[in-house]
T-cell receptor
Framework: KQEVTQIPAALSVPEGENLVLNCSFT??????LQWFRQDPGKGLTSLLL?????REQTSGRLNASLDKSSGRSTLYIAASQPGDSATYLC?????????????FGQGTILTVHP | NAGVMQNPRHLVRRRGQEARLRCSPM?????VYWYRQLPEEGLKFMVY????????ESGMPKERFSAEFPKEGPSILRIQQVVRGDSAAYFC?????????????FGSGTQLSVL
């Protein structure tokens, strides 16, 4: 059974810092890995998607890497801003399926203070 | 192009009542997924549906819960005889295809509170 773990559970940083969020998964046979952002009372917004054959993806100040063999992914946020404050979720599709049956981590609650 | 629409946003029910949650996928999407987020827990997959078919319901509780996605109209998640433990945020997501799916598009969720 796939399990996804995110570390740290919560992170508070001053504006402008670069930061790294970690995600690990127990079964390396994944189809893809996605990073989402969840704002309070709102749905999930997909940030980055990494296919199992890829090593990293970048979008603006965000960079996500994937090491499938070790079961790890990191989300790097450069020059953090107060607007980045949210819960960040890592999720994988695997277990022999390639449809949208995601296994989520518990999330990292990020607070960026001015 | 409107996103995934869920209603109601908030639903309050008393124990023993029925809850019906609705989800309209994005235009052109025929694959719908329901997820549940219990307090202090992560999001958990419940069910995957295509039009008129349940493809994977491995995450659905065996009793009281059912889901449908009719040929016409929204997908419905139905919870009969609700209990306090059903209180959670229920999210719907959609995609344009099944196998080989990439991004899922999520709705804003329905917050169910059982009194």
């Amino acid at each position: 059974k796939q399990e996804v773990t995110q570390i740290p559970a919560a992170l508070s940083v001053p504006e402008g810092e670069n930061l790294v969020l970690n995600c690990s998964f127990t079964d390396s046979a994944i189809y893809n890995l996605q990073w989402f952002r969840q704002d309070p009372g709102k749905g999930l917004t997909s940030l980055l998607l990494i296919q199992s054959s890829q090593r990293e993806q970048t979008s603006g100040r965000l960079n996500a890497s994937l090491d499938k063999s070790s079961g790890r992914s990191t989300l790097y946020i450069a020059a953090s801003q107060p607007g980045d404050s949210a819960t960040y979720l890592c999720a994988v599709i695997g277990g022999g399926t390639s449809y949208g049956k995601l296994t989520f981590g518990q999330g990292t609650i990020l607070t960026v203070h001015p | 192009n409107a996103g995934v629409m869920q209603n109601p946003r908030h639903l309050v029910r008393r124990r023993g009542q029925e809850a019906r949650l609705r989800c309209s996928p994005m235009k052109g999407h025929s694959h719908v997924y329901w997820y549940r987020q219990l307090p202090e827990e992560g999001l958990k997959f419940m069910v995957y549906l295509q039009k008129e078919n349940i493809i994977d319901e491995s995450g659905m509780p065996k009793e009281r819960f059912s889901a449908e996605f009719p040929k016409e109209g929204p997908s419905i998640l139905r919870i009969q005889q609700v209990v306090r433990g059903d209180s959670a945020a229920y999210f719907c997501a959609s995609s344009p295809r099944g196998q080989g799916v990439e991004k899922l598009f999520f709705g804003s969720g329905t917050q169910l509170s059982v009194l």
